[in-house]
Nanobody, 120 residues
Framework: VQLQASGGGLVQPGGSLRLSCAASGRIVGIGTMGWYRQAPGKQRDMVAV???????NYLHFVRGRFSISRDNAKNTVYLQMNSLKPEDTAVYYC???????????????WGNGTQVTVSS
């Protein structure tokens, strides 16, 4: 199983970006999907998660500005980021809980990081 993230880049404060992360390989089921971020010298923090049932949770700092969604048919999770601030600058990682066989446990998979830089 591989997770491929894309959509990062350089954007001015107040701008928008949309991140995507697609899973490929032998996949029987996907549970919670999420986005995390890590700034230089800081720990990796949860930004947003969405369960298989569609429930969402957000880091308080991004609530109202970011929106997470998923497309189960495409094994893909998205993060729409609006009103970006310099403090949002970080490497963003996607995460999925994936079962590779029937009745198997769900395991954590991480995508490659994608850099988001918010600067004028």
């Amino acid at each position: 199983v591989q997770l491929q993230a894309s959509g990062g880049g350089l954007v001015q404060p107040g701008g928008s970006l949309r991140l995507s992360c697609a899973a490929s390989g032998r996949i029987v089921g996907i549970g919670t999907m999420g986005w995390y971020r890590q700034a230089p010298g800081k720990q990796r923090d949860m930004v947003a998660v969405v369960t298989s049932g569609g429930a969402t949770n957000y880091l308080h700092f991004v609530r109202g500005r970011f929106s997470i969604s998923r497309d189960n048919a495409k094994n893909t999770v998205y993060l729409q980021m609006n009103s970006l601030k310099p403090e949002d600058t970080a490497v963003y990682y996607c995460n999925m809980q994936i079962a590779r066989r029937r009745f198997a446990r769900y395991e954590d998979y991480w995508g490659n990081g994608t850099q988001v830089t918010v600067s004028s």
